[in-house]
């Protein structure tokens, strides 16, 4: 059974009330880092797995990719991504992002973001897109940090002021899955460390072309105070690979 938050109509409103959600890629805190690995996109086929709204899928076209399959489990999402896009040149699918399955060599660019930790087994998705990128295709995605998944409780230690002490990471080494709290439910995450995001990326012949763990831009520190924590700890793990 693939975990769906999305349709629950509780999960869904607080969703929609997020800063990324509101305000699209401008508010996501590490769009400007994953917007540098995205590679030129004109006149080129995208995939996005995981799309929600549909922003990425938006944004491609908006540099002139030929073509775009958005895919998401979600129909709550895909059907404000429909609402919010006039292009026929998008497409919108309603399936796991577990059961996708098109043509050998269909795309140049596969992008993701923040999904594959809700994915069980990510090396049974690199080889997927592997087998629908062409050559010298490009699968950029992002994910949250081992670091920041690697506890159930993904949050800060607190003081008794409610002060942020520090961020703790355990069980490391230990894969698998994590009951947390994200927004009023509790969600499935799969940690997974550094090496095996690494290694599984390599196993099916990707060359890894940049690694990054990106910090909120001085412009969102300066209007969102809080966001100077974000430089306490990586949140986010995105990687540029090529087939």
């Known amino acids: 059974m693939k975990q769906n938050k999305y349709d629950d109509i509780n999960f869904f409103s607080a969703y929609e009330k997020m800063p990324r959600s509101v305000k699209g890629l401008e508010g996501a805190g590490e769009w400007y880092v994953l917007k540098e690995l995205i590679p030129e996109l004109r006149n080129k086929s995208v995939l996005d797995l995981g799309c929600g709204f549909g922003w990425h899928c938006r944004y491609a076209r908006e540099q002139q990719a030929s073509s775009v399959i958005g895919v998401d489990i979600s129909e709550k999402m895909l059907q404000k991504a429909r609402e919010m896009t006039d292009d026929s040149a998008i497409l919108y699918i309603k399936m796991p992002i577990e059961d996708i399955n098109f043509p050998e060599s ?131 793990l995105i990687i540029s690979t090529e087939k």
């Open 106 to 236: 269909q795309f140049d660019v596969v992008i993701s973001s923040l999904a594959f930790h809700y994915i069980k087994s990510f090396e049974e998705i690199c080889k997927k897109v592997y087998h629908f990128l062409k050559p010298g295709g490009f699968f950029v995605f992002s994910v949250e940090h081992p670091i920041f998944t690697s506890r159930k409780e993904q949050d800060w230690y607190y003081d008794d002021q409610g002060n942020r002490i520090h961020w703790a990471v355990d069980n490391y080494q230990s894969e698998g899955l994590r009951e947390t709290t994200f927004l009023t439910e509790n969600v499935i995450k799969y940690h997974r460390t550094f090496s095996t995001y690494i290694n599984d990326l390599l196993k099916v012949g990707f060359i890894i072309r940049e690694v990054r763990e990106p910090i909120p831009s001085e412009e969102m520190i300066k209007s969102i105070p809080e966001m100077k924590d974000e430089l306490r700890r990586p949140m986010f």
